[in-house]
């Protein structure tokens, strides 16, 4: 069974400040995706990362995918309180088994 | 172009009841994924249906069980439902000829069994 561990749990940081969330496995996976929860909706996919090292940014949100494509960060530049929520990645094993393995999330709050 | 759509929004049942929930991918998808996320939790898989058959299952037992129709629509049914399985029920679609894990979530419908 693969396990997704994400770190930290819950980060309460000032609006303007930068921030890093790390999503880390023992297990290789060929895909990742990083997804953003408001309470009681369902997530909102932000990005999937697919090749190992591959970095992509979506504003002031920067994700990286490890080279051995076992972890990935999330970083986040000058917070804003519309930032908060829950992020979450989850990875897919391989193509042709795309369920995907969710880590327990990081809860987010921006302090105005 | 409406996103993935979930049926019905909130429903409460009893131990022992049976439960169906509906679920309408995006325009344009025809993988659908079933998810259970329970409160505090990262949502937890429970199969997948494309061409109208259940292609993979995660760690549910058989009181979880699925329908794919011709338009790509989709249901999940629970029978004999346990307290545990109180929860957000996460629907998730895929686009057609293209990599079946990136998924995108409808709102859920939550489902508390007294």
């Known amino acids: 069974t693969q396990l997704l561990e994400q770190s930290p749990q819950f980060l309460s940081i000032q609006e303007g400040e930068n921030l890093t969330v790390y999503c880390n496995s023992s297990s290789v996976f060929s895909s990742l995706q990083w997804y953003r929860q408001e309470p009681g909706e369902g997530p909102v996919l932000l990005v999937t990362v697919v090749t190992g090292g591959e970095v992509k940014k979506l504003k002031r949100l920067t994700f990286q995918f490890g080279d051995a494509r076992k972890d990935s960060s999330l970083h986040i530049t000058a917070a804003q309180p519309g930032d908060t929520g829950l992020y979450l990645c989850a990875g897919a094993e391989n193509f042709g088994n795309e369920k995907l393995t969710f880590g327990t999330g990081t809860r987010l709050t921006i302090i105005p | 172009d409406a996103g993935v759509t979930q049926s019905p929004t909130h429903l409460i049942k009893t131990r022992g009841q049976q439960v169906t929930l509906r679920c309408s991918p995006k325009?344009?998808?025809?993988?659908v994924s079933w998810y259970q996320q329970a409160l505090g939790q990262g949502p937890q898989f429970i199969f997948q249906?494309?061409?109208?058959?259940?292609?993979q299952r995660g760690n549910f037992p058989d009181r979880f069980s699925g329908h794919q129709f011709p338009n790509y629509s989709s249901e999940l049914n629970v029978n004999a439902l346990l307290l545990g399985d109180s929860a957000l029920y996460l629907c998730?679609?895929?686009?057609?000829?293209?990599?079946?894990?990136?998924?995108?979530f409808g709102p859920g419908t939550r489902l508390t069994v007294l």
């Open positions: 998730a679609s895929s686009p057609v000829h293209r990599r079946r894990d990136t998924q995108y």
């Open positions: 249906y494309y061409e109208e058959e259940e292609r």
């Open positions: 325009s344009g998808h025809d993988t």
